[in-house]
Nanobody
Framework: VQLVESGGGLVQAGGSLTLACVVSGRTFSSSAMGWFRQAPGEERKFVAF????????SYADSVKGRFTISRDNAKNTVYLQMNSLKPEDTAVYYCAAPPSFYMVVPRTGEDEYDYWGQGTQVTVSS
């Protein structure tokens, strides 16, 4: 199983970025997906979850209303649209897949995911 993130970069506060994560070696259409982030000196934290159908999403309070998770099963890709970015959003962003399929209930714990990408850096300048 391979997860490859892209789309990170440097953006000014108030700007937007869209991250993408392409998944291979796994039946993507049956897999829930999550996004996490890790700021310097901090633990990796949950950002967003999307169920295998895409009908259920969940967000950390810190990003609710600003970030949107979505998926395109035809492209084996999960996205994270990030708007109104703040300096405190600066982190390495990771996509992740849980071990089981057909998950609907949001998974917010790092230990609930078995497969991880290498991460993409997002830096928001003030």
């Amino acid at each position: 199983v391979q997860l490859v993130e892209s789309g990170g970069g440097l953006v000014q506060a108030g700007g937007s970025l869209t991250l993408a994560c392409v998944v291979s070696g796994r039946t993507f259409s049956s897999s829930a997906m999550g996004w996490f982030r890790q700021a310097p000196g901090e633990e990796r934290k949950f950002v967003a979850f999307i169920s295998w159908t895409g009908a259920r999403t969940s967000y950390a309070d810190s990003v609710k209303g600003r970030f949107t998770i979505s998926r395109d099963n035809a492209k084996n890709t999960v996205y994270l649209q990030m708007n109104s970015l703040k300096p405190e959003d600066t982190a390495v962003y990771y996509c992740a897949a849980p071990p089981s399929f057909y998950m609907v209930v949001p998974r917010t714990g790092e230990d609930e995911y078995d497969y991880w990408g290498q991460g993409t850096q997002v830096t928001v300048s003030s």
